[in-house]
């Protein structure tokens, strides 16, 4: 049921967001173009996290505004928190998305969310809407620990999540559980699949996901592995749009544009947004219409935004976070830091990705003034969190490619430095923030051995983290050095003495 104007925050000094609220919002935010609630069904959507609303769903009510099509309403499921599908829920499924820049901010009210599901109450609703008719696509923003990976690419059959699901596969807690489940239930009644469509940062996203599925299902039954080879297709895709992290001031930032309006939902975000998938059939809402790309193959594109945006997003996030930063535009706006990331990208990224000079030099620009985009607070924690499994797509897979072809790494072995650095840290009063990352445990085991050098090379060691690197012993004495530095030095010293010459004193 729909709330009405009455509707008030907790605080209860502001009516909260909801369709009783829509009429009286300031004339320039923008409302959903059709009535929420007359949306069928069409997507099932696993990770309803910011970037998600602020992306996909935004760009779905796009698409259904361009064609009147409304048979593409999300039904989108939190895995894990049930904080984002309450506030949905109190507030009829609306948020607001707003796109901020040099002060500008853009407003449009998001209505395409047809359910918000908070997948540990509903297990056995998530795998029923994945496989109801209707739904012809289900879409995933589960980070890469939601693939369940083993570092071999294929499913990790030994953890404890992915033997609960083949337990007790009617109530998965995995998202591979969650799709597997739904396939089956498709099979048995002889339907037509859904078109699965990751939207995680990680290489190949489709086929690590195809893997995973396939895999899992084939410990529950071969036929049914068989069945989802042959039927289901996983595009990969590669996503991009710089999304903040939440902070309370942009909720104040919303209340103010909504003319006093509450949206516990809210989300800030860039106006930049690409969103490049691979071709695939079927049905599906006209993304195209509205700024997705369909190629025969995402794979330079994906390796390019991985490597300059997502790899360089971590070396300011670990090197700007022990300068005492806490967003990334913050750091990218000091000279030094911001000198190192256009370093690293022409010249340690940039010469392993197939761009020409001028557009790697034109995306370098363009990105740097992304992340320097004062009204987007999109903090080091969040950025760094999860690194261990970041490190390789993002940074160390280039970096191979580096070491092999003779060219100094100077900036990846900072970033790698500062990484531990924050291990270093944890739990003293000079912490850049918690450490969120799956082998946590692990790592802050290695981050006690006392020497600094004994424990570069303890942590580069580690494979899984940043695979196989030519010349590792050569590699593990440089973080050891860097490592020493940024104990004993201020961090701009560190980053100017790995600056090449027409870098040092040059603000872009
Ligand atoms: C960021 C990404 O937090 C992170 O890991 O690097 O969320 C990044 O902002 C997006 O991929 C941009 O498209």
Same mark, same amino acid.
């Given at each position: 049921?729909?709330?009405?104007?009455?509707?008030?925050?907790?605080?209860?000094?502001?009516?909260?967001?909801?369709?009783?609220?829509?009429?009286?919002?300031?004339?320039?935010? #923008?409302?959903?173009?059709?009535?929420?609630?007359?949306?069928?069904?069409?997507?099932?959507?696993?990770?309803?996290?910011?970037?998600?609303?602020?992306?996909?769903?935004?760009?779905?009510?796009?698409?259904?505004?361009?064609?009147?099509?409304?048979?593409?309403?999300?039904?989108?499921?939190?895995?894990?928190?049930?904080?984002?599908?309450?506030?949905?829920?109190?507030?009829?499924?609306?948020?607001?998305?707003?796109?901020?820049?040099?002060?500008?901010?853009?407003?449009?009210?998001?209505?395409?969310?047809?359910?918000?599901?908070?997948?540990?109450?509903?297990?056995?609703?998530?795998?029923?809407?994945?496989?109801?008719?209707?739904?012809?696509?289900?879409?995933?923003?589960? #980070?890469?620990?939601?693939?369940?990976?083993?570092?071999?690419?294929?499913?990790?059959?030994?953890?404890?999540?992915?033997?609960?699901?083949?337990?007790?596969?009617?109530?998965?807690?995995?998202?591979?559980?969650?799709?597997?489940?739904?396939?089956?239930?498709?099979?048995?009644?002889?339907?037509?699949?859904?078109?699965?469509?990751?939207?995680?940062?990680?290489?190949?996203?489709?086929?690590?996901?195809?893997?995973?599925?396939?895999?899992?299902?084939?410990?529950?039954?071969?036929?049914?592995?068989?069945?989802?080879?042959?039927?289901?297709?996983?595009?990969?895709?590669?996503?991009?749009?710089?999304?903040?992290?939440?902070?309370?001031?942009?909720?104040?930032?919303?209340?103010?544009?909504?003319?006093?309006?509450?949206?516990?939902?809210?989300?800030?975000?860039?106006?930049?947004?690409?969103?490049?998938?691979?071709?695939?059939?079927?049905?599906?809402?006209?993304?195209?219409l509205v700024g997705?790309?369909?190629?025969?193959?995402?794979?330079?594109?994906?390796?390019?935004?991985?490597?300059?945006?997502?790899?360089?997003?971590?070396?300011?996030?670990?090197?700007?976070?022990?300068?005492?930063?806490?967003?990334?535009?913050?750091?990218?706006?000091?000279?030094?830091?911001s000198a190192l990331?256009?370093?690293?990208?022409?010249?340690?990224?940039?010469?392993?990705?197939?761009?020409?000079?001028?557009?790697?030099?034109?995306?370098?620009?363009?990105?740097?003034?992304?992340?320097?985009?004062?009204?987007?607070?999109?903090?080091?924690?969040?950025?760094?969190?999860?690194?261990?499994?970041?490190?390789?797509?993002?940074?160390?897979?280039?970096?191979?490619?580096?070491?092999?072809?003779g060219r100094p790494?100077?900036?990846?072995?900072?970033?790698?430095?500062?990484?531990?650095?924050?291990?270093?840290?944890?739990?003293?009063?000079?912490?850049?923030?918690?450490?969120?990352?799956?082998?946590?445990?692990?790592?802050?085991?290695?981050?006690?051995?006392?020497?600094?050098?004994?424990?570069?090379?303890?942590?580069?060691?580690?494979?899984?983290?940043?695979?196989?690197?030519?010349?590792?012993?050569?590699?593990?004495?440089?973080?050891?050095?860097?490592?020493?530095?940024?104990?004993?030095?201020?961090?701009?010293?560190?980053?100017?003495?790995?600056?090449?010459?027409?870098?040092?004193?040059?603000?872009?």
């Amino acid at each position: 049921m729909y709330s009405n104007s009455n509707s008030f925050g907790s605080a209860g000094l502001s009516p909260r967001l909801g369709v009783g609220a829509l009429r009286g919002l300031p004339e320039d935010v #923008t409302r959903p173009p059709f009535t929420p609630g007359s949306l069928g069904t069409g997507i099932v959507h696993l990770g309803c996290g910011a970037f998600h609303r602020a992306h996909q769903a935004l760009i779905t009510q796009h698409a259904m505004s361009a064609t009147g099509d409304r048979r593409w309403g999300i039904s989108t499921v939190a895995m894990s928190r049930p904080d984002v599908v309450g506030a949905l829920r109190a507030q009829d499924n609306l948020y607001t998305t707003l796109l901020r820049d040099e002060g500008v901010v853009r407003a449009e009210v998001v209505g395409a969310i047809t359910a918000a599901v908070h997948a540990p109450s509903d297990r056995i609703g998530v795998v029923r809407r994945v496989a109801d008719p209707r739904v012809r696509i289900v879409t995933l923003t589960v #980070t890469t620990g939601g693939y369940c990976l083993a570092p071999s690419g294929r499913l990790d059959s030994g953890s404890d999540p992915v033997r609960h699901d083949l337990r007790c596969s009617a109530k998965p807690c995995t998202a591979i559980g969650m799709l597997v489940g739904g396939l089956a239930a498709v099979r048995r009644r002889g339907g037509t699949p859904p078109v699965v469509i990751s939207c995680d940062n990680l290489s190949a996203n489709g086929r690590q996901l195809r893997s995973a599925v396939l895999d899992f299902a084939a410990l529950r039954d071969d036929r049914l592995a068989n069945w989802i080879g042959r039927n289901v297709q996983f595009p990969c895709s590669v996503v991009d749009r710089i999304v903040a992290s939440g902070a309370d001031t942009d909720d104040a930032a919303a209340r103010t544009r909504l003319g006093g309006v509450d949206d516990r939902a809210q989300v800030s975000a860039e106006p930049f947004m690409t969103w490049t998938i691979e071709n695939f059939e079927g049905e599906r809402p006209r993304w195209d219409l509205v700024g997705a790309d369909y190629v025969g193959d995402v794979t330079g594109h994906e390796l390019a935004k991985l490597r300059l945006l997502n790899g360089t997003h971590l070396l300011l996030a670990y090197v700007g976070a022990l300068a005492g930063y806490s967003t990334i535009a913050e750091a990218s706006a000091d000279p030094a830091l911001s000198a190192l990331a256009r370093q690293f990208m022409l010249y340690e990224q940039g010469p392993t990705l197939t761009l020409a000079e001028t557009e790697l030099q034109r995306t370098v620009r363009d990105l740097m003034r992304r992340f320097r985009n004062p009204d987007i607070r999109h903090e080091m924690t969040r950025v760094g969190r999860n690194g261990s499994d970041k490190m390789l797509p993002r940074v160390t897979a280039a970096m191979r490619e580096n070491l092999a072809a003779g060219r100094p790494t100077p900036a990846a072995i900072l970033l790698i430095a500062a990484w531990i650095h924050w291990f270093d840290l944890c739990g003293t009063p000079k912490a850049p923030g918690q450490i969120i990352d799956p082998r946590a445990a692990e790592l802050a085991r290695l981050a006690a051995i006392p020497d600094p050098h004994r424990r570069a090379r303890a942590f580069v060691a580690r494979t899984d983290i940043f695979g196989v690197l030519p010349h590792l012993g050569h590699v593990q004495q440089e973080v050891g050095d860097a490592l020493t530095e940024l104990i004993r030095d201020n961090v701009s010293e560190v980053i100017e003495r790995r600056l090449r010459p027409e870098f040092v004193g040059r603000v872009a």
